[in-house]
């Protein structure tokens, strides 16, 4: 096969906090194509909007505009494009900032940024909801109107199509806000082999392309329990790649020199990450059938995927919606030996007496004794004997703000008044947050598309 | 027959949807599968969890990559934003889940025997 006929994408971002240098060695290390980027987990939608309600020029991830301002240059040079959903709830704001970079660092004149707008909804939610769209939450059937005082965000997660467009129009940057993250990366694939969008097989292998790359170094070695010891050099991990051919087939590879392994296990471990029912892993624009995935790992960092089958995509966009859902604080004291479990124990039952007989109004208070059993609950099996040290953590969530705010008062007081050889409050107060609750929905697409815009300017 | 657990035939991954965490389990190779789909029920999971778990568990098949998925509802204390637990998203549930022990012949013991544990006298600068 011709060099030419195989598209490289690579995934430099599994989430906003990700190994900032990533996306420059993907950039700077090998060979790419088009490099996607994911900043917005779960969350992340109602963090911006509360940055936004502040400064309305913010609401988008600063971070990507700062690193456009390392590679993009070299992404000109090399003709690498790039494509974000930054945007968050802003992509306006990122796009004219972004724009602002590109003059400062010479590529004006020389590339075009892409635009794509129309995943929120908060400026049509009563529109939405009076036309009987009742965004009910996917798992207890409950109407959206039941909260939407408290609403924070709602967004649709858009499909392939606007990106495509974008690209089409000769876009070298995309920005966007809320989009399926596989579908983020699937629109380059699709806009250079000319898929037509109801070729569900080709769509069905853009979809597990996209899958691949979407977490970052989680298909190239990171978080991989395969022999995660003999795993060389995360401290340099080639992000993942994927080499596309036009039939669909792609090879999943990283940079040569870089860290990390790819290989049949890291492979493996993305692909069933975060998935449902594997024969029906439904996207915007297809549901594919990971059932139907045909592995060969080739050795040498190079796994090849191929025979993946979709089917028609469902006529529904999921909605991520934030709402304000109370309060929450967490702290932690440190107990030392001898009997540091116990005395951990010990200052846990100090505690519980104290929000009783200050009439705390706490929905749920939750202990874990670190170093035993916070990570794995009751499955941790028989306290450790003699323990060196042991973290006593206690967390608490309520709507009554103020009986948080009270607890976060509450762990201090133990260094003194509770069992002994006790350290660690150096961080102060547990801090207060407010708790964003997530509520899953549907809405048809077609109450979605009229409002979806894509343009694309010259910097 | 031997009791060994899990970690010694299969590696995972969790993550989380809502209130809800899936745990990909894939075999070391096609062989040692069979005995994951035997014997690593949802039931048998769901038993494993126990109160950490509040919702049913589901299992899914996948033979072409010698791996099962679990979802597992009510896994999270009301989910990643919500829940109290330092594993708020559930990316550990899948090493607890590889603590279970399942039933195999003695030669796959002893032929996998110490797999998915570091090997003695390893050390870090090693990688």
């Not at chain 1, 702290?331 to 479990?341: E, I, K, N």
């Not at chain 2, 919500?82 to 003695?106: C, F, N, W």
Request: proline content about 6%; overall charge negative.
């Amino acid at each position: 096969m011709a060099e030419r006929d195989v598209v490289r994408l690579g995934g430099g971002q599994g989430f906003w906090g990700d190994d900032l240098d990533a996306p420059v060695r993907m950039v700077e290390g090998g060979p790419l194509d088009y490099l996607m980027l994911d900043y917005l987990a779960e969350v992340t939608m109602s963090i911006l909007r509360k940055l936004r309600n502040r400064d309305p020029s913010a609401g988008y991830a600063r971070d990507f505009v700062t690193l456009m301002e390392r590679i993009w240059p070299t992404c000109v040079e090399r003709s690498v494009r790039v494509i974000a959903n930054a945007g968050g709830i802003n992509p306006r704001g990122c796009a004219d900032a972004l724009e602002d970079v590109g003059r400062e660092v010479g590529v004006a004149g020389k590339a075009r940024i892409g635009l794509v707008r129309g995943d929120d909804l908060i400026p049509h939610l009563e529109e939405l909801l009076d036309a009987g769209h009742d965004m009910a939450h996917l798992e207890t059937g409950a109407p959206l109107s039941s909260i939407v005082d408290r609403v924070r965000s709602a967004n649709a997660y858009l499909g392939a199509g606007p990106v495509v467009e974008a690209l089409r129009q000769g876009a070298d940057v995309v920005v966007t806000g809320r989009v399926a993250d596989p579908a983020l990366a699937a629109a380059p694939l699709i806009h250079e082999h000319d898929w037509a969008m109801d070729d569900h097989d080709r769509m069905a292998a853009a979809v597990l392309a996209g899958h691949v790359v979407e977490c970052g170094a989680q298909s190239t070695g990171g978080n991989c329990m395969a022999e995660w010891w003999s795993i060389p050099r995360l401290d340099i991990a080639g992000f993942p790649v994927v080499e596309v051919e036009p039939s669909g087939a792609f090879t999943v590879t990283k940079h040569p020199g870089s860290g990390g392994r790819v290989d049949r296990a890291s492979v493996s471990e993305q692909i069933v990450y975060e998935i449902g029912d594997p024969r029906r892993v439904i996207t915007p624009d297809v549901v594919a059938d990971f059932t139907t995935i045909r592995l060969t790992d080739q050795g040498g960092d190079r796994v090849r995927l191929e025979g993946i089958r979709g089917a028609p995509p469902t006529d529904s966009y999921k909605v991520s919606v934030a709402y304000a859902a109370g309060w929450t604080a967490a702290g932690t004291l440190l107990y030392t030996w001898p009997d540091a479990l116990q005395k951990a124990r010990a200052a846990d039952v100090v505690l519980r007496r104290r929000f009783d007989r200050l009439g705390l109004r706490l929905d749920a208070v939750h202990t874990e004794l670190v170093g035993w059993n916070a990570g794995h609950g009751p499955l941790a099996g028989d306290p450790p004997t003699d323990a060196p040290e042991v973290q006593l953590r206690v967390a608490v969530r309520s709507t009554h703000r103020a009986s948080v705010e009270r607890f976060s008062r509450e762990m201090a007081p133990l260094v003194l008044t509770g069992p002994p050889s006790v350290t660690g409050y150096a961080g102060g107060r547990a801090r207060v947050q407010e708790i964003m609750a997530y509520w899953p929905a549907l809405i048809p697409k077609k109450a979605v598309d009229p409002h979806v815009r894509v343009e694309v300017r010259l910097v | 027959m031997t009791r060994v657990r899990l970690v010694q035939l299969a590696h995972a991954r969790s993550g989380d949807k809502g209130d809800s965490a899936n745990i990909g389990v894939v075999a070391y190779d096609e062989t040692l599968y069979p005995l994951l789909v035997e014997q690593v029920s949802a039931e048998r999971v769901k038993e494993h969890f126990g109160t950490w778990v509040t919702g049913p568990v589901t299992r899914y098949e996948l033979p072409n990559l010698c791996a099962l998925n679990f979802v597992l509802r009510g896994a999270l204390d009301g989910g990643g934003t919500v829940s109290l637990r330092t594993d708020a998203q559930g990316k550990v549930l899948s090493a607890a889940l590889l603590r279970m022990e399942i039933e195999v012949p003695d030669d796959v013991a002893a032929r996998t025997a110490g797999w998915g544990r570091v090997p003695e006298g390893w050390t870090p600068e090693e990688s």
